[in-house]
T-cell receptor, first 109, second 113 residues
């Protein structure tokens, strides 16, 4: 069964304390892995798309990496404005996307 | 910049009412999707459309219908709203090419009383 698991469910960091969020997946054939940021009461905001193992993408303090079984979202020297829920999704087939339940990140000043 | 808009941010409806949620995208995307998001359950696909007038059921289509008369517009219809349809509704679109990133609208928070 296709499945996405995100860990931890919640994470509290001090400002400047780097960490990583994990997205583990089990799919029959990966056609894309996506990271989104979601603020309370708003729609998910696109961050990154990764397609193959070994691929990495960066944007400001965020860096996403992909292996054959998992993806990491590394947050370097986070700021309070990075507080949000981070969602991971995989696309195992045409039109089908499977979402994790997210990691709630809180960065304290 | 991809822009997906939804007709309402908040809606309050009574049980049994017919509810229309509208979504418009301005990037000429082929595919459009409706999800609902509930705490602890993540995003669940209700319906998607890969072309005008074409639609496919997602994982939880019961109690919902959709309409796509124009490429840029995808409507979700609750024929007779029930309290268990209280949720956050999210519309998304994707290009329909090899690059299949979904882009989401701001969401509609629906409360059915």
């Amino acid at each position: 069964e296709d499945q996405v698991t995100q860990s931890p469910e919640a994470l509290r960091l001090q400002e400047g304390e780097s960490s990583s969020l994990n997205c583990s997946y089990t799919v029959s054939g990966l056609r894309g892995l996506f990271w989104y940021r979601q603020d309370p009461g708003k729609g998910p905001e696109f961050l990154f798309t990764l397609y193959s193992a070994g691929e990495e993408k960066e944007k400001e303090r965020l860096k996403a990496t992909l292996t054959k079984k998992e993806s990491f979202l590394h947050i370097t020297a986070p700021k309070p404005e990075d507080s949000a829920t981070y969602l991971c999704a995989v696309r195992p087939g045409t039109y089908k996307y499977i979402f994790g339940t997210g990691t709630r990140l809180k960065v304290l000043a | 910049d991809v822009k997906v808009t939804q007709s309402s941010r908040y809606l309050v409806k009574r049980t049994g009412e017919k509810v229309f949620l509208e979504c418009v995208q301005d990037m000429d995307h082929e595919n459009m999707f409706w999800y609902r998001q509930d705490p602890g359950l993540g995003l669940r696909l209700i319906y998607f459309s890969y072309d005008v007038k074409m639609k496919e059921k997602g994982d939880i289509p019961e109690g919902y219908s959709v309409s796509r008369e124009k490429k840029e517009r995808f409507s979700l219809i609750l024929e007779s709203a029930s309290t268990n349809q209280t949720s956050m509704y999210l519309c998304a679109s994707s290009p329909g090419t090899d690059e299949e990133t979904q882009y989401f609208g701001p969401g509609t928070r629906l409360l059915v009383l």
